[in-house]
């Protein structure tokens, strides 16, 4: 059935396009300023902008700049009379007191965090006593009915610390037929584990790192677990587990070494539909200290209103907060976020900038989105999904993008999201007008279609990518793509190294940008038929 409804799909954007193609004369593609944009990722990304953390002054500097950039554009305010959504939000700082304590069969061993253990809390209390939580091995930590899978099968969780693998079991078992391969579906995120361990009851929760389930390394986990964390100011943070978690592969792999299994084996056996959780003979004690601050952070968005169907949408998604500023690296503690996400807003403002300076103004209305707490899981995102300027039935499509690295042109198109909406039809035929290819997302497996502001609106019913040029540089070849993006993630991405860089080469982002304007373009005429979901 994909199949139909894609050919079918392409069969009315071709019939329409030539006829679209054969009366505009106009090309969105000359108004494109390179300097607008790198004026923007310079200033969002500098050292005073203080990392743009929500909560501090970083995040009144950049929504005010983004704003005031809005308004410049001629986006009116999409909050009534205002650019701002106020998202109420808790804020906790958790600190461990002393090392946490695995004791197994009476013996003690001790983790300091965070390099051992990456641990803090997401419940709203000053003071969390672990004593003695015992440890059970509940393999993904899975619970998918439409996979016939469920690693938990009843176990008793009270006052118990989960252990889960990352990832989803399609990845390790090199089987298509067991959830989607080696593509990550939702359940291999951290995120959907935390959830469900708090659903059934778990004191804790910790996730045994690897590097390629988890798409980036240990630092990552370990620098969150010492920044403060944002939680949308409801009663559903009353339902969250005490402790959530890594546990870095050294220690893991000593922990359960002491207990007759190895990690290898452990995975293994949770790759079977009829594994069985078990209680093991290892227990966690830990103490932490929350500091806990309730306030508002800021969505920003504008509108640029359709001259014929107002009423429905195509929105822009780009994050404008970062980690702002923490522990040094280097002799630098400031997260500036060039990269994630500056070149993004630029990316961003860039399409509104365009679409408003044509003389033809779209029918459907242009939002430009900017969440806060994308760094704290989707947060500000899920928060305008649940309250949206224009009602979320009447989105017909979210476009974001994230982590755009200038190194010239780029032959593919990532798509991040491919086979998920009818969306690729359409950039396929924009691609081809740049000579360009479309590249389904060849570390699909790292989940990163979950990991960005685009995925609550997919899970809203809104067709939704990230689409961008990354593994095929027309210059270079393949091999240095890949090796220039996986320097970036392993040496700036959530890093103060992640800088504005006056030598980086443009071109790529501004196909990139000129791609996303004809998709947009073209979803915001009337007459098009708006895209639709595959599955």
């Avoid at 056996?269 to 508002?296: R, W």
């Amino acid at each position: 059935m994909k199949k139909i409804a894609t050919i079918t799909e392409w069969a009315v954007i071709l019939m329409i396009m030539s006829l679209l193609f054969s009366s505009c004369r106009e090309n969105p593609a000359k108004y494109i300023s390179v300097d607008d944009m790198k004026r923007i990722v310079k200033d969002l990304s500098d050292d005073s902008f203080m990392g743009r953390k929500p909560f501090t002054e970083g995040e009144r500097l950049s929504v005010e700049y983004i704003a005031a950039e809005l308004a410049d554009i001629g986006f009116e305010p999409a909050f009534g009379d205002s650019y701002y959504q106020q998202v109420p939000m808790i804020q906790i700082t958790s600190t461990v007191d002393g090392n946490a304590v695995i004791n197994i069969k009476g013996e003690e061993m001790l983790l300091n965090a965070p390099d051992q253990i990456a641990v803090s809390s997401p419940y709203p209390a000053d003071k969390i006593e672990i004593k003695q939580s015992k440890l059970v091995f509940c393999g993904f930590g899975i619970v998918a009915p439409e996979y016939g899978w469920d690693d938990y099968k009843g176990m008793d969780l009270k006052g118990k610390t989960v252990v889960v693998l990352i990832n989803d079991p399609g990845l390790y078992s090199k089987d298509k037929s067991i959830f989607k391969g080696d593509e990550m579906t939702y359940y291999g995120r951290w995120t959907y584990k935390y959830e469900q361990a708090a659903k059934l009851g778990a004191e804790g929760i910790l996730i045994i790192h690897d590097e390629l389930g988890a798409g980036y390394g240990y630092n990552v986990p370990r620098n969150s677990s010492i920044t403060s964390r944002l939680f949308i100011d409801n009663d559903e943070i009353l339902n969250n587990s005490k402790i959530t978690g890594w546990l870095n592969a050294e220690s893991a792999t000593e922990i359960f070494s002491k207990m007759g299994y190895s990690l290898d084996d452990l995975r293994a056996i949770s790759l079977n539909a009829n594994f069985q959780p078990f209680e093991t003979d290892a227990a966690i004690s830990v103490n932490i200290q929350n500091k806990i601050e309730k306030n508002s952070s800021k969505n920003v968005a504008g509108i640029l209103r359709g001259a014929k169907t107002p009423e429905e949408a195509v929105i822009i998604t780009a994050h404008w907060d970062h980690f702002g500023v923490g522990e040094k690296q280097n002799g630098d503690s400031i997260y500036n976020g060039a990269v994630d996400n500056g070149t993004t807003m630029a990316w961003a403002f860039e399409i509104g900038r365009v679409i408003n300076k044509m003389r033809s103004k779209p029918d459907r209305s242009i939002i430009l989105l900017f969440p806060t707490a994308e760094e704290q899981g989707l947060t500000g995102s899920y928060y305008y999904v649940a309250n949206p300027a224009i009602p979320i039935e009447s989105t017909i499509a979210c476009l974001n993008n994230d982590m755009l690295v200038p190194r010239g042109k780029m032959k593919d198109v990532t798509m991040i999201g491919f086979g998920y909406s009818t969306l690729d039809s359409l950039y396929e035929i924009f691609a081809a007008k740049q000579q360009r290819y479309l590249l389904p997302d060849p570390n699909s497996h790292t989940g990163l279609f979950f990991r960005s502001d685009h995925f609550p609106f997919y899970k809203a019913g809104v067709p939704s990518i990230w689409a961008m040029g990354c593994f095929d540089s027309r210059e270079h070849g393949k091999e240095w793509a890949q090796q220039s993006w996986d320097h970036y993630i392993k040496n700036m991405y959530h890093r103060p190294s992640d800088n504005y860089d006056q030598n980086w080469d443009w071109r790529g982002v501004i196909e990139d940008t000129e791609l996303a304007l004809n998709v947009v373009l073209w979803l915001s005429k009337s007459t098009n038929p708006p895209p639709k979901l595959l599955n």
